[in-house]
């Protein structure tokens, strides 16, 4: 890089990385006091910034829920595309999903709970697409498990409904997340494993 | 019943009917809103009384929460009791115990969502106690999962973590409930069986 772009770089860096931290706290916040019970005062005091110097870096309340619901989506829509393109069962498959959302709730708690519970804070057009692709998820979700019935692995269940199942259990890690569990994350996702997919696979 | 008791006892009952439709409305402002964000004046707004009136039913907002919380606790208490006392295996028992808890969701929905997540804003000494028949009633329905074990029915599996599972995949029905699901509600039981209890069987 020559001098010339590092020195443009510099500054890009450093307010992207300053968005960044603005973006973990707010999820924090968000999570625990909610979006609508979280002021941008509040936010701003928790950073150590002033509440005018935070409007440099992020217009609105609104603009850091869109940032962190759509950036949870394109992990997820990213992950669930190299699913479907991937070889293996549908069980094998459905293994893996498991593990991507447990993961996921594990390593990026504060931003997966916003974008799961805080969401329909949303203004349009951000709400209804986020809606959609949410319904767009669990459907694509649910045809793994369809492909699995069709293929006699899995047993004859309603496939919208064993996602919901799934996708709860999962939801449900926050209390463990916050409680001194004594189960350690690998051992917390090997059990839901052995339930959960166990619980979808056809026997005998 | 004679004349003089009969008298004695309409006000009686009128006044307990009235405290059961404020219990009611409170559990449905406490799911929506949250207990925090509910006061004793939009309480009574929305059942059409005066606040000054309210509180000759009830002497204070956690007054409310704790008849809810501890209402639901004495009807899981009570279930769990029967369970232990019944003759069956550990997987018919936790077959019992599921469709119990789905039931509760289904049929005492606001009351059970609140008992769940809104129990924190108890006061003492209902705050601890509460807390403390949580954790009981966990330990011996994790309980019954370790009697299975032990009897080679239920595969080798983490039992508190699986009672997680269980609970969390149940507190999940709240979207189905809001949601315009395409499923019954016997139905969204059958596929939790199906997936949760099976899960949970030793196979082989």
């Not at 986020?130 to 006699?152: D, P, S």
């Not at 917390?188 to 997919?197: G, K, Q, S, Y």
Request: net charge positive; proline share 2%; hydrophobic share 40%.
């Amino acid at each position: 890089m020559n001098i010339y772009l590092w020195y443009m770089a510099t500054p890009r860096r450093q307010r992207a990385s300053k968005k960044e931290l603005i973006l973990r706290k707010a999820a924090s916040m968000f999570r625990e006091k909610g979006f609508a019970a979280t002021s941008m005062r509040d936010l701003a005091e928790t950073i150590g910034i002033e509440a005018a110097s935070l409007y440099n870096h992020i217009r609105s309340k609104n603009e850091i829920l869109e940032a962190i619901c759509f950036g949870v989506a394109n992990r997820f829509n990213a992950h669930l595309d190299t699913i479907e393109a991937a070889s293996g069962t549908p069980i094998s498959k459905l293994e893996t999903l498991l593990r991507f959302h447990i993961g996921q709730m594990v390593d990026h708690y504060e931003e997966v709970f916003v974008a799961d519970r805080e969401w329909k804070h949303l203004e349009e057009p951000y709400l209804s697409n986020f809606h959609t692709q949410r319904r767009t998820y669990r459907k694509r979700f649910a045809g793994i498990i369809e492909e699995g019935i069709r293929h006699n692995q899995i047993k004859q269940i309603d496939a919208p409904t064993a996602v919901l199942i799934i996708l709860h259990a999962v939801s449900g890690i926050e209390s463990w997340h916050r409680s001194s569990a004594k189960v350690s994350a690998q051992q917390l996702e090997d059990n839901m494993v052995l339930i959960l997919i166990d619980g979808l696979r056809k026997h005998g």
